[in-house]
């Protein structure tokens, strides 16, 4: 009877040990992938906001499936340096320097009131253009 028990104990433990390891395992991080284009406005923004001080940023926009860039439309017959291949450019650019010049230093910090501004601009793009974005991204950004 203890023999009994010494064998199902020595089959038990290793399906315990691998078994139990399994279990608490982390599992794999699904990463969801972009759909559509990142669109990365040629030349970055310096804007003077509310409370005296100034920020340099970058935008870019996750343009929907479909939605075209127009990097093969025009881009040869381009001649301004600081205007990139999307058509509606500058009125996007006059959406995020009229939404990031009415903010202070401190809320283009903050990451939630950071959120908030880019919907802001989201929903403005949405409402005046003809842009299919998905988001606004920062991928660059200093307040000073």
Do not use: C, W
């Amino acid at each position: 009877m203890f023999k009994n028990k010494k064998i199902m104990l020595a089959v038990a433990l290793p399906i315990l040990l691998f078994g139990g390891y399994t279990m608490t395992k982390p599992k794999p991080v699904v990463k969801e992938k972009i759909k559509g284009t990142i669109y990365v406005m040629p030349q970055s923004f310096l804007l003077n906001l509310s409370d005296g001080r100034y920020a340099k940023l970058t935008v870019a926009l996750q343009l929907a499936p479909g939605q075209s860039d127009g990097a093969t439309a025009g881009a040869s017959s381009s001649s301004s340096e600081s205007a990139g291949t999307l058509p509606e450019e500058p009125l996007v650019r006059e959406i995020v320097t009229n939404a990031v010049t009415n903010q202070s230093g401190e809320v283009l910090v903050d990451a939630h009131s950071r959120l908030a501004i880019r919907h802001q601009i989201l929903a403005a793009i949405t409402k005046q253009t003809d842009v299919k974005a998905e988001s606004v991204l920062f991928p660059d950004l200093t307040v000073q």
